[in-house]
């Protein structure tokens, strides 16, 4: 059993950033990381491979947002630029237990952090 502790979050005035990041207690494979608007469903926010070689975003952040990670620290990070009052949701940090590839949906990740707040005013 793997168990991700998620920080960073926080209050950021539109058009700040912040950098979250994912700490694992074990090794995994693909992660990503995914938000929970208020009222709205969770969503896919991006994912990493396992080298960290491939990357892949939603549409609503891509450009704004990057992944990384660092394997010898099993941690993985979101850098997030020119927040929008639209990104304010808890963000949650998963991760896949065998798959090594992109995996963007939520189904195919085993653990899951127990999200970070994010919230950006305009």
């Known amino acids: 059993q793997v168990q991700l502790v998620e920080s960073g979050g926080g209050l950021v005035q539109a058009g700040g950033s912040l950098r979250l990041s994912c700490a694992a207690s074990?090794?995994?494979?693909?992660m990503g990381w995914f938000r929970q608007p208020p009222r709205k469903e969770r969503e896919f926010v991006a994912a990493?491979?396992?080298?960290?070689?491939?990357?892949y975003y939603a549409d609503s952040v891509k450009g704004r947002f990057t992944i990384s990670r660092d394997n010898a620290k099993n941690t993985v990070y979101l850098q997030m630029n020119s927040l929008k009052p639209e990104d304010t949701a808890v963000y949650y940090c998963?991760?896949?237990?065998?798959?090594?590839?992109?995996?963007?949906?939520?189904?195919?990740?085993?653990?899951w952090g127990q999200g970070t707040q994010v919230t950006v005013s305009s």
């Open positions: 074990g090794r995994t494979y693909t």
């Open positions: 998963a991760a896949a237990a065998r798959l090594s590839g992109i995996v963007t949906g939520a189904g195919l990740y085993d653990y």
């Open positions: 990493i491979s396992w080298s960290g070689g491939s990357t």
